[in-house]
């Protein structure tokens, strides 16, 4: 105990491994608690100021994450074992956790918890945490909205509802939001513009993860929550995985033309959708980018998703994106000889990511190409055409 006293000031960042929680069986938690409290008098790690809890059992997780909670604490983040199968929280058990988090960590900057509805059939070895006092009302988003130093917020699409909503958008100084889709039953609340426009006040940075794309246009609507970003990374549901499609619309791509016109301060763009094993690629004209030409861009990134009039693209954002500077295109085609002309293009562009063809009659001779006047410092490319996933086949260039 005395080496533990010695060297517990120094451990500032500390991350519970999923094994971890698995080979060291607890089997008294409120027994360990106690002599915890005993022996350190609450300051278990007294310095700590970045917890991760990765774990493969809810309660666990929850368990190990309040034994942890110290006043210096300025990110706690409860990870997802997997993107696709998060270990979501029942909401009773957040609820607890995030009232103890409030409380004994009132400097916390970032937090990222997926709560979800209770599930009345859960097993028995899941149901309440017994190291907690249990409240009367399970309301975690309350907690959330005491946390005034919090700039980085991650949460399941279950807290988009009115009430938890403008609770969270009050937060003076929240930054970055990230939304995960919560469990398939819960679908997202219509709010009919009438939420506050003083909401989110210093929001920049939104992702939302695993959403289907009607969700994600109506997410859109909402002004207070997007009018002031810089940076949105759009992941959506697979087209043919999405369960809620409105009639006449299929994928992220028939939705993109209704994205973004209450948006016009981006400079970095994300959109596209998660890939599970082969997942067909989607194809999209330069016209159904016109909201996006309309934004500062910087960055523009479309995973996922093939231009097929690469050339009038060119045209379109050298003139409506002049300041450009990295491009992520890697499903789109491109000749190797029409490299050259897309610096022309875009001056500023430092990193392009393209699916180039090689085809050996196009690659003109050096003496044609001339003296390159370009920004451009780093060429990614693939030389795959939809080929096998197992396959690699990427390579990478440095271009000097």
Known sequence: MSRFVIYSPLVYSLHVFQNTSQEYKVSSWPSLIRWCDFITEHTLLPNLQRLIVDSCSNTNLVKWTFLLLMPSLIEIRLLTVSETNPPWIPESDAST???????????????AILAQPD???EDEDDIGLGILPCLSEFTSY?????MNCLRDLSIGKYFLETESFVSIGLLPALETLFVHESCKETELAIFHNQLPDFLFPSLRHLTLHLIDSCEIARIWQIDSLVKNLIHANIEAVPP???????????GLIDWLPDLFQNSLHIQHLSAGFKVYGFTEIQTLESSSLSTILQLPLQHLSLPVIEIVDFEEFCQLFSESCPGLRRLDIPHTEVGFSVLPHI?????????????????????PELSQLGQPQTSLRSLEY????????????????TIM
């Open 343 to 363: 610096t022309e293009y875009f001056m500023r562009l430092e990193h392009l990511s393209v699916n180039i063809s090689w085809d050996v009659d196009d690659i």
């Open 382 to 397: 693939s030389t795959y055409e939809y080929a096998d996933p197992d396959d690699d086949l990427t390579a990478n260039s």
């Open 97 to 111: 956790l995030l009232a103890h988090v409030a409380k004994l960590c009132p400097s916390l900057q970032t937090l």
């Open 119 to 121: 599930n009345d059939n």
């Open 142 to 146: 309350e907690y959330i909205a005491n």
């Open 240 to 250: 043919d995985s999405e369960y809620r499609q409105e009639e006449g619309k299929y």
